[in-house]
Nanobody
Framework: QVQLVESGGGLVQPGGSLRLSCVAS????????MGWDRQAPGKQRERVAV???????SYAESAEGRFTISRDNAKNTMYLQMNSQKPEDTAVYYC??????????WGQGTQVTVSS
């Protein structure tokens, strides 16, 4: 059974930083890509960042220049470093893994609140 567990969310002041982690366990098989989504109250889920299996990264315009996605294969862990945070970054953040077969696995989500 595949399990993704996020951690690192919390309350941060505007301009501050947080680093989210996502630990994967279980048999996923061959991975196509991994990423982070977020969903704010009353809004649609947004794809924030993606890292391809070869290491290529891409970001939503709202995250470009402030967020960095990375992974540590030895630890089966993916990260999202979030800097210069804004109140509009407030959301539940979900990590995801997409297999070569097209199956998507999701974590349970971690709340990030940016407020003074």
């Amino acid at each position: 059974q595949v399990q993704l567990v996020e951690s690192g969310g919390g309350l941060v002041q505007p301009g501050g930083s947080l680093r989210l982690s996502c630990v994967a366990s279980g048999s996923i098989g061959s991975i196509n890509y991994m990423g982070w989504d977020r969903q704010a109250p009353g809004k649609q889920r947004e794809r924030v960042a993606v890292i391809q299996i070869g290491g290529r990264t891409s970001y939503a315009e709202s995250a470009e220049g402030r967020f960095t996605i990375s992974r540590d294969n030895a630890k089966n862990t993916m990260y999202l470093q979030m800097n210069s945070q804004k109140p509009e970054d407030t959301a539940v953040y979900y990590c995801l893994v997409v297999s070569d077969m097209g199956t998507t696995y999701w974590g349970q989500g971690t709340q990030v609140t940016v407020s003074s």
